[in-house]
């Protein structure tokens, strides 16, 4: 099959799942990661099965198993056009004075040291097929909020996909950065009262990645619209 692949991290639910959803829709394969393999198993199946679909349980902070979920997807289906490095965690509160630094360890391996796994072992594969990286950022990394670690991560995340983008330039692979601000996922123990979609947030993803070979899209920041006034 020649169909374009399109790999996404921390896919079994939230942002991750909805972009699987939209991805198929647009005529991609899919290969799902996330640390529980059976979560993923109702969205392949929901996806078209193991013809289109492909669950790969994977910790993003090892080295060795996001290695393994590469060589899985070009076993599995034979290239890799699009990694969306999207696996990511919250932080506690309490700020840089109080907030525990084991959420501080666990939140940072997650979000950076993570990202830069995805792309240190997919790269190779998305260069060959002149495909498109997608990173996961944040509206907390385009801005200041007293204490954040976690918007600070986000920041790291940003950088990354900047320097990444110089990396890659002449090799015809794409870079985006998505910046969204408040979306309503099982990030949060309580829903935000004033918070996007996660279908939006995919939207997006497929609009970066569905422009002509010429336009590379570097960022989306994108925050829900403010509540009317009366």
Not at 53 to 75: F, H, K, P
Not at 149 to 167: H, Q
Not at 193 to 213: G, H, K, R, T
Request: glycine fraction near 12%; proline fraction near 5%.
């Amino acid at each position: 099959m020649s169909d374009p692949v399109f790999l996404i991290t921390g896919a079994s639910s939230g942002i991750g799942a909805a972009t699987a959803r939209r991805a198929a829709g647009a005529g991609y394969r899919v290969a799902l990661a996330a640390r529980s393999r059976a979560k993923l198993t109702a969205l392949v199946d929901e996806l078209g099965g193991s013809d289109r679909a492909l669950a790969i349980e994977c910790d993003v902070t090892d080295s060795d198993a996001q290695a393994a979920m590469v060589q899985r997807v070009l076993d599995t289906f034979g290239r890799l056009d699009v990694v969306f490095a999207n696996a990511g965690r919250g932080g506690s509160p309490g700020g840089f004075s109080g907030a525990d630094p084991e959420v501080w360890r666990d939140m940072i391996l997650t979000n950076v040291y993570g990202a830069g796994l995805t792309l240190r072992h997919s790269l190779e594969a998305v260069k060959a097929a002149r495909g498109h990286v997608l990173l996961m950022g944040s509206a907390a990394g385009r801005g200041t909020i007293a204490g954040s670690m976690y918007g600070a991560s986000k920041w790291a995340v940003t950088g990354m996909a900047y320097n990444l983008r110089e990396e890659m330039r002449g090799t015809g692979v794409r870079v985006t950065v998505l910046e969204p601000g408040m979306v309503d996922t099982p990030f949060f123990d309580e829903p935000p009262e004033q918070a996007m979609e996660p279908e939006d947030i995919a939207e997006a993803a497929l609009y970066a990645v569905s422009q002509p070979a010429r336009v590379d899209v570097n960022e989306i920041l994108v925050r829900p619209t403010p509540p009317i006034s009366d």
